[in-house]
């Protein structure tokens, strides 16, 4: 069972930033590829940002103003999200893809305030 502790959720106004963490009680995290979805109409999700084992990432949202990083130390896959906008409100997931499965976290609340 993989489980999720996700944090840095909140409510900032437009310009604002946030810095989301998940720290994954997970084995084999530093081969996992790890990222971002956030929740989009009805229960569909979308690929924020992902950033494999070798350190590649990938951008589907917020190029520019949001950066993903990973501590494989501390099983920690973060966030950095700066000049947000209100668009940018949702619930984000933590994600993981290990061995072919994926795994999700609960989900942490962001509200950008115009």
């Known amino acids: 069972q993989v489980q999720f502790v996700e944090s840095g959720g909140g409510s900032v106004q437009v310009g604002g930033s946030l810095n989301l963490s998940c720290v994954a009680s997970?084995?084999?995290?530093?081969?996992?590829?790890v990222g971002w979805y956030r929740q989009i109409s009805g229960p569909q999700r979308e690929l924020v940002a992902a950033?494999?084992?070798?350190?590649?990432t990938n951008y589907a949202v917020g190029r520019g103003r949001f950066t993903i990083s990973r501590d494989n130390t501390r099983n920690t896959v973060s966030l950095q999200m700066t000049s947000l906008q209100s668009e940018d409100t949702s619930v984000y997931y933590c994600?993981?893809?290990?061995?072919?499965?994926?795994?999700w976290g609960p989900g942490v609340q962001v509200t950008v305030s115009s």
């Open positions: 994600w993981m893809n290990q061995g072919g499965s994926e795994y």
């Open positions: 997970a084995t084999s995290f530093s081969d996992s590829a």
């Open positions: 950033i494999t084992s070798s350190g590649w």
